[in-house]
């Protein structure tokens, strides 16, 4: 340490200021709902290689902690004072950007000639063109169907704007006045940051401020380790699922190794589907990226609420992804809906820690953060409106000490909903119902929180609707140590003749006129056993909608009766009712009926098989491959549940020439 612990902490709080003020500038001078009202931004300062040192712990989005910026860097050098690099693409930034519309600078702040930091920022942008409005389609088959690509480039020379740039984002997308509100937020908010560390230099000295960059870093990184010297050494392996890849009706797998030695964890994908050829896939390059280890991130810092927050902590974090896995696709991969991916590592990663501490690890959240899209027609200039409708969580899963948030995931816990009053001034639309849905919550000792259900009408003809990242449609949030899983999602279409009819998802829906959607979120699956949940608490939920006195007593044996409109707990009959239903057993993971059917036919065996077979293959091919197996499967073997061996059997059968 080269500061005294008095004086990094003194430093600390000043970076934590910093980094706080310019996610505040994007907050009040961004031009788009999805941003100033959602906060789908992030701010950061990071050292000299491209570590950040400092991540704000609640402005904006959280999970971009562990990106490197070292190689967008390097890509725009020599840089200068008043430089500022431009980028969103992931293939050529080594996954800084995750996809297309991420939108995001960097500034190299120096200090009488001297390289001292960087400031970065990042705001998911409003539209980038590509296929559909606002740029994201699931179905997207490669990167260039998904908008403009931007490599690290100079958005700024020597404090002056590069018109030639301007002119490429200008005419590269349907709204970019909208864009261009919210890249001068950004351009902003990294100005503060040399203003400010200029100030702070004033303060202490350069010396001091460097080294306490890498200082925060170093103890980060054994605060981390000591938490996960807490967590019994051994290897744990768990599972997921994505419902499909929207093409095919083939679940997309997701497993982990675990692996726990002496304050050190290693994270193997290998077992991790293939990419796939719709927008389902992360480009990580291989990295400890973020976006795959979000949720041991989210461990840590819960078990150490005084850690300081940068890429410190996953110093002690080994990664294996294989090439051509879902989790480190290659180009031209389409990378639209990543934060699925990333929604779902978050369970699995937490499922694996379930087995080594089981009270420390929530059950499972719904599983999604659905950015939900309108765009009408602007007859008076032929373009088009656009703006995010909300961003859709669902029920968090309940832990051992608390019930699961109702509403929102932790997983996606830093976007903010859209002020409904807000949302129909800025597009042609009415929101008629965003409440909570009675009965969702998967039941536990502590529930899991409820879903969402949000119905808007669309007001002006040829409308266009998008949606990313629904997910836990089909398989359900699972629930722990004896507690129960939580609710599916839905989404339903109500035309004008009010025919209402249900979908499977959303890609891109075209709509008329007073068309209504209404979309239901997945709940968040229990913890713990429901019959030992407090029956006042049962009543409580009741009393406030979450749950029918029908659910009150099935799921928790908590008898209420209901006399001239005051609800009341019958003791006597909740005791026997849960008496008769009560078991001594204890479930680890309630995965719902519909898991447990899927994997009592494709086994969890049949299913890491395949996933390494299919690596001998070239990344592009994969998919193919792994479609083919499941057709014979169906074909051939439905009947029977998959292990290696019918897996090995239907591989030497096939041809791959």
């Keep these: 340490m080269y500061n005294d612990p008095a004086t990094l902490e003194i430093i600390r709080s000043n970076f934590n200021s910093i980094a706080e003020s310019m996610g505040h500038v994007i907050e009040r001078t961004s031009f788009t709902t999805f941003v100033k009202e959602s906060a789908d931004y992030a701010t950061a300062l990071a050292t000299p290689e491209g570590d950040f040192f400092v991540y704000p712990r609640s402005a904006g989005v959280t999970i971009f902690l562990s990106l490197h910026l070292k190689t967008a860097i390097k890509k725009c050098e020599p840089l200068n004072p008043g430089d500022i690099i431009l980028l969103n693409d992931p293939y050529s930034s080594d996954g800084v950007a995750t996809h297309l519309p991420d939108v995001h600078v960097i500034k190299p702040i120096f200090m009488n000639g001297k390289l001292l930091c960087y400031a970065w920022s990042f705001v998911h942008c409003s539209d980038v063109g590509g296929l559909v409005p606002s740029s994201i389609s ?49 351009v902003a908010a990294v100005n503060t940051a040399e203003s400010r560390m200029t100030k702070l230099i004033e303060k202490f000295d350069f010396t001091s401020i460097r080294n306490g960059m890498y200082d925060l870093l170093n103890l980060a990184s054994e605060r981390a380790e000591k938490v996960i010297e807490n967590i019994p050494d051994g290897i744990y392996e768990f599972s997921d699922y994505l419902d499909d890849d929207m093409i095919t009706d083939i679940p997309i797998r997701l497993a982990v190794d675990l692996t726990i030695s002496k304050g050190k964890m290693k994270v193997d994908f290998s077992k991790c589907d293939p990419q796939v050829k719709s927008a389902f896939n992360l480009a990580s390059h291989g990295t400890r990226h973020s976006f795959m280890l979000q949720g041991i991130i989210n461990f840590i810092i819960s078990a150490d609420p005084f850690i300081p927050i940068n890429t410190g902590i996953v110093y002690p974090i080994d990664v294996i992804a294989p090439k051509g896995t879902i989790v480190n696709a290659e180009y031209p991969s389409a990378v639209g809906i990543r934060h699925g991916i990333t929604m779902r590592l978050y369970n699995v990663l937490l499922g694996a820690l379930s087995q080594a501490a089981a009270e420390l690890v929530p059950a499972a959240g719904a599983g999604q953060a659905a950015i939900v899209v ?133 890609d891109v829906l075209h709509v008329e006129k007073n068309d209504i959607v209404s979309i239901r979120t997945p709940g968040g699956g229990g913890w713990g056993n429901p019959f030992k949940r407090k029956p006042e608490s049962v009543l409580y939920d009741v009393i406030e909608g979450l749950i029918s006195l029908e659910k009150a007593k099935d799921d928790y044996g908590v008898e209420i009766t209901k006399t001239n409109e005051e609800l009341t707990i019958d003791y006597n009959q909740t005791e026997i009712n849960r008496n008769k239903n009560q078991s001594d057993s204890i479930e680890s993971w309630d995965f719902g009926q519909e898991r447990i059917e899927y994997e009592n036919h494709w086994t969890p065996e049949g299913s890491n098989a395949l996933a390494i077979l299919l690596q001998k293959l070239p990344a592009s091919q994969r998919w193919i491959y792994k479609s083919e197996v499941h057709r014979r499967v169906e074909n051939e073997y439905s009947q029977i549940p998959v292990d290696s061996r019918v897996v090995e059997k239907i591989w030497n059968e096939l041809s791959f020439e």
Aim: glycine share 12%.
């Design 138 to 186: 699931p179905t997207a088959s490669d990167i260039h169907q998904e908008g403009l690509r931007i490599p690290p480039v100079k958005l700024y020379e020597g404090y002056e704007l590069n018109q030639s740039v301007q002119k490429f984002l200008d005419h590269n997308s349907r709204v970019p006045h909208l864009n261009n509100g919210d890249f001068n937020a950004m």
């Design 374 to 506: 309108l765009s009408t027609p602007n007859e008076s200039t032929g373009t088009r409106n656009m703006a995010v409708i909300e961003p859709l969580g669902g029920g968090g899963g309940g832990q051992r000490d608390k019930d699961g948030a109702d509403g929102i995931d932790h997983a996606a816990a830093f976007l903010k909903n859209t002020p409904i009053e807000s949302l129909e001034q800025h597009i042609e639309t009415i929101v008629y119902r965003y409440e909570f849905i009675p009965d969702t919550s998967g039941a536990g000792l502590y529930r899991g929180g409820s879903a969402i259900q949000l119905d808007f009408k669309a007001l002006k003809s040829d409308s266009i609707i998008t949606a990313r990242g629904m997910e836990r449609m089909r398989f359900r949030p699972w629930g722990l140590s004896n507690g129960k899983a939580g609710a599916i999602g839905e989404v339903y279409y109500i035309d004008q003749t009010n025919e209402k009819r249900k979908m499977k998802k959303i």
